[in-house]
């Protein structure tokens, strides 16, 4: 399975066992880090907050996580952010 990149229109693979939206330990298993890692990443910004599922339950949707991870292999231009 494969999914298009905004940026490039390049197919990029996708693991279709992870579920659309994960809970917190999920979504650190998918990022490859520790629970305590993902929420000090999350406190900093450098990674997306999750969505509030219902009263009690919050989850990580895939995509914001795979767009940051995109986001990371292409880096912004640094000169654009002047503009």
Not at 31 to 58: F, H, W, Y
Request: glycine share 4%.
């Amino acid at each position: 399975m494969s999914k298009a990149d905004g940026q490039t229109g390049k197919q990029r693979p996708t693991m279709p066992d992870w579920p659309r939206i994960m809970r917190r330990e999920k979504a650190a298993q998918y990022l490859d880090i520790s629970p305590s890692l993902l929420d000090r990443e999350v406190a900093s910004g450098r990674l997306p907050k999750p969505v509030q599922l219902t009263p009690t339950v919050r989850g990580w949707v895939r995509d914001d996580l795979d767009a940051m991870i995109d986001d990371l292999k292409n880096p912004m231009d640094p000169a654009s952010d002047w503009i």
